[in-house]
DNA sequence: GACTGGCACTCCCTGACCCCGAGTGCCAGT
DNA sequence: ACTGGCACTCGGGGTCAGGGAGTGCCAGTC
């Protein structure tokens, strides 16, 4: 049905098409690629790749331009990965260096994604279900107010408010905080957890500071779970500045929920995952695109990153870049 | 030079062309407005105007449209504070209960303005020079890799990156941390800088530790100083998308760079600044004004917040929100 | 002297119209 | 199975005229 000749027409159609941004013709189709037949031929096959859903046509008497399910197939099965080149390479090896702390290089990933695929990137914190908890303090900032600050063994630090009873004073805070960091130091999130979990309420002022430290935590805890993200990149929508509807508009509407933007990201995968038009079930999103990959230890995705685009992108470079950078961070953390 | 009834058309010119964004003639205006002249007397009046740079026309026979000079005028002289409505009172006294430390005050805030203003906000991390260091840890994370974490008396939480000597061992580690904590609780951020600095090396490792740390908490406080911002309502820009390259553009460019955001704000006031048009050196964003006021104790600006939008926008409500939302969270702060 | 009515003029916007070109589908011929 | 040829379609761009909203100016009135 779909023989080699019609495939080629159709990744001829969508590389013009990704290039030029017009609709693409038989006659230009013959001449710009080296496909040794007719207008006529061509022709032919692209009616046939229309009737099977391929390619669409604006208006009569226009060329064709893919449709979604053009782009699935293209991304499937045509789309030959394509290598980066050396400064790209040399980017991505440089632009974590010396990053601090996992803020930065959350910070710093989403500047390097945004910046070599020109488009809008997304990485999620990472969720790093083997860290573990280097330590805990439970401060008090005012009379009746406590901070509670967490640290991972990945160097993420999180913090939450905790209501301390009034009568405390700063020496049984500063007791009970040494406690609660005895009890979970160690752990993993999900250990820490269930230890808390079992806490004894104690009758003692002691103990009510040391319930109140220990209720934050597992909320930071659970809380960690619907993990964070950040986005860059958002000068490039700049580029599609003709398509402000359908790309520029809903892209930023997106981008202001973190929600959104989780769902958006999708599954935990450890490959790049292409996302296009419709497939993203989300209103207003269907003419862009998600390409996005997972990130983290070989057999343990930490979290997940990518771009958002028009679904007329150059899929083969920025699957090759999502991919490339995805390898680099998970690489650095796991080392670092 | 300037009469009253010329300041009158002047300040109706605006308030139309705001709503209507289309250039206002001198009939529409003696219509739409309680002006009790013909429409020939407003003409002469708007020549005047325009001779003296407070309108322009986009072209023979066509309306007048203001000039930044005549917004200037406008925002100086004539506009009359437009009280909030009760739903927007109402808005802003509730957003903010609940806040649990300073990371989420900043982002509710930032919402909030977004919201009530229906434009891009920008908030600035407070600056207390009145807050005082709660507590001090240095902890380690691998090896030769530490973290020092710092909380401060406003909740507000801030971790670097420390180099520890290999040689030290978890208890060293542990002692330095509490030496730390000794030297600088309670103390003000310049004051700890100050103790810090005079901190003499010791040849052992336990002094080794204690200076990397120690080093860290400088690094964090002088840090400090330059204040990191965050935007929201970045999805309002889709109300000008029809002016896609003189405000959404170069608003989306700017917004990526922090140094120009923090620019944009311009220098801590505790008063209500405009800033219109060219006044904004910044190329590009000519086109856009920027309402800002600055946050904190009466008399102590703790950090700027604003908006950004088109140069065309209701300046009485805009002004009348940010300065609003400024003193309800300057106030919330304070107390909390 | 300040304001107004009237008038001629300017210029943009809109819609109608037409032409051109790129593209198509189809069919008969190799 | 492929190709050349042909009639047809349709959008984009260019031109043109009319209408409308606006202006500047001037002579007249209170």
């Given at each position: 049905?779909?023989?080699?000749?019609?495939?080629?027409?159709?990744?001829?159609?969508?590389?013009?098409?990704?290039?030029?941004?017009?609709?693409?013709?038989?006659?230009?189709?013959?001449?710009?690629?080296?496909?040794?037949?007719?207008?006529?031929t061509?022709?032919?096959?692209?009616?046939?790749?229309?009737?099977e859903g391929?390619?669409?046509?604006?208006h009569t008497?226009?060329?064709?331009?893919?449709?979604?399910?053009?782009y699935r197939?293209?991304?499937?099965?045509l789309?030959?990965?394509?290598?980066?080149?050396?400064?790209?390479?040399r980017?991505?090896?440089?632009?974590?260096?010396?990053?601090?702390?996992v803020?930065?290089?959350?910070?710093?990933?989403v500047?390097?994604?945004?910046?070599?695929t020109?488009?809008?990137?997304?990485?999620?914190?990472?969720?790093?279900?083997t860290?573990?908890?280097?330590?805990?303090?439970?401060?008090?900032?005012?009379?009746?107010?406590?901070?509670?600050?967490?640290?991972?063994?990945?160097?993420?630090v999180?913090?939450?408010h905790?209501?301390?009873?009034?009568?405390?004073?700063?020496?049984?805070?500063?007791?009970?905080s040494?406690?609660?960091?005895?009890?979970?130091r160690?752990?993993?999130?999900?250990?820490?957890?269930?230890?808390?979990?079992?806490?004894?309420?104690?009758?003692?002022?002691e103990?009510?500071?040391l319930?109140?430290?220990a209720?934050a935590?597992?909320?930071?805890?659970?809380?960690?779970?619907?993990?964070?993200?950040?986005v860059?990149?958002?000068?490039?929508?700049?580029?599609?500045?003709?398509?402000?509807?359908?790309?520029v508009?809903?892209?930023?509407?997106?981008?202001?929920?973190?929600?959104?933007l989780?769902?958006?990201l999708?599954?935990?995968?450890?490959?790049v995952?292409?996302?296009?038009?419709?497939?993203?079930?989300?209103?207003g999103?269907?003419?862009?695109?998600?390409?996005?990959?997972?990130?983290?230890m070989?057999?343990?995705?930490?979290a997940?990153?990518?771009?958002?685009?028009?679904?007329r992108?150059?899929?083969?470079?920025?699957?090759?870049?999502?991919?490339?950078?995805?390898?680099?961070?998970?690489?650095?953390?796991?080392?670092?």
């Amino acid at each position: 049905m779909l023989d080699d000749r019609k495939l080629a027409v159709l990744r001829a159609i969508i590389t013009d098409y990704v290039r030029t941004s017009e609709p693409v013709g038989s006659k230009a189709l013959v001449d710009r690629y080296q496909l040794d037949f007719s207008p006529a031929t061509i022709r032919n096959d692209m009616a046939t790749l229309e009737e099977e859903g391929y390619l669409t046509q604006p208006h009569t008497s226009a060329g064709r331009i893919p449709t979604d399910k053009g782009y699935r197939l293209f991304v499937d099965r045509l789309a030959q990965v394509k290598p980066l080149t050396p400064a790209e390479k040399r980017a991505i090896s440089t632009f974590l260096a010396g990053a601090a702390d996992v803020d930065d290089v959350v910070a710093r990933t989403v500047r390097l994604l945004a910046q070599v695929t020109q488009q809008v990137a997304i990485v999620q914190y990472p969720l790093v279900s083997t860290a573990v908890i280097r330590h805990v303090d439970l401060v008090r900032l005012h009379a009746d107010r406590g901070l509670v600050v967490l640290v991972t063994s990945t160097g993420r630090v999180t913090q939450a408010h905790a209501d301390l009873p009034l009568e405390a004073d700063d020496d049984q805070v500063r007791l009970a905080s040494a406690r609660l960091a005895a009890l979970v130091r160690g752990l993993t999130a999900a250990e820490a957890g269930r230890v808390l979990a079992r806490l004894q309420d104690e009758p003692t002022t002691e103990g009510a500071v040391l319930t109140a430290g220990a209720d934050a935590v597992r909320a930071l805890l659970a809380h960690d779970l619907t993990t964070r993200v950040v986005v860059g990149g958002v000068q490039n929508l700049t580029r599609f500045g003709d398509q402000f509807e359908t790309t520029v508009k809903p892209v930023l509407e997106a981008l202001e929920e973190q929600v959104v933007l989780l769902r958006l990201l999708g599954e935990a995968s450890s490959d790049v995952k292409v996302r296009i038009g419709h497939e993203n079930d989300h209103a207003g999103l269907s003419s862009t695109s998600v390409v996005a990959s997972g990130y983290g230890m070989p057999h343990d995705v930490w979290a997940m990153l990518g771009v958002v685009g028009p679904t007329r992108m150059d899929y083969p470079s920025t699957m090759a870049s999502v991919r490339a950078v995805a390898r680099y961070v998970g690489r650095f953390l796991a080392e670092g």
